[in-house]
């Protein structure tokens, strides 16, 4: 998707014959949300760490837990939860899973220019010119 589309369907669900070789993938990014399908086979563990934005989990097939702090949250298709950003968490697949991510990211705000900043603020100026006393 870019700038000029407006809408696009996406299929958070691979088809049938590629379900069993499905792989993580972006399918969608954007500067405030990203979209990420992340396939986990049983055992898998993803370490703890911290998502760079709010985070909404949607288990799409499988079984996984969550470990937030000392809570554990189990995920069953259908289910969702949702973590502040900077919440830290792990992932560990009970089942071959699949699991939805939306990433949602403040955009950073934009870098101030201070001597660009300091110029429109000092033009026109607003002081008239000092009168010197001399004429000539």
Sequence with gaps: MNAQTQAVVLHALPSEQSAAEARTETLFKSPVVELVRLAMKAGKRLPSHVAPGELVVQCLTGHV?????????????????????????????LEDSLVLLTICRTPAPPRRDEVEEASVESFPASDPPAFTGSST
């Design 65 to 93: 837990e969550f470990q937030v702090g000392e809570q554990q949250l189990t995920l069953k298709p259908g289910d969702m939860t949702v973590l502040a950003a900077g919440t830290e968490h792990a992932v560990h697949a």
